[in-house]
């Protein structure tokens, strides 16, 4: 099943291993960063800030409302004649997600299977 991992270190490299299995995300230390971030928090006490969280609750609730009407949709994957034309064989990895003309993950149509 979906394992998830997290960990932090003070080292500036990740062990190759690693770099190749997971999603490496950094963080910005720098003073400028510090001083954007607390400045941002100056201003989400201020009655500008509470209106703007008022304003980005009431989008949210109204996108989650929305999304409430879109039905299930079947995906079929067409591997058949495409698939065999990139080297995709049947039983392949089937998990990992498929490529789809014009970069997007997944879809209802396969250029190949994973790499």
Do not use: W, Y
């Not at 500036?12 to 999603?23: F, G, S, T, Y």
């Not at 009407?69 to 495409?82: A, D, M, T, W």
């Amino acid at each position: 099943g979906p394992v998830g991992i997290f960990f932090t270190t003070t080292q500036p490299e990740v062990d190759e291993e690693l770099a190749n299995r997971c999603i490496v995300l950094t963080v910005d230390e720098d003073r400028e960063q510090t001083r954007a971030i607390h400045r941002l928090q100056r201003e989400r006490q201020t009655l500008a800030g509470v209106l703007a969280r008022s304003e980005r609750e009431r989008i949210l609730r109204l996108h989650m409302n929305a999304q409430r009407f879109l039905n299930p949709l079947l995906v079929v994957k067409r591997v058949g004649r495409i698939g065999a034309l990139l080297g995709a064989h049947p039983g392949e990895h089937m998990g990992a997600p498929t490529v789809i003309p014009g970069g997007q993950v997944g879809g209802a149509t396969s250029v190949g299977g994973t790499r």
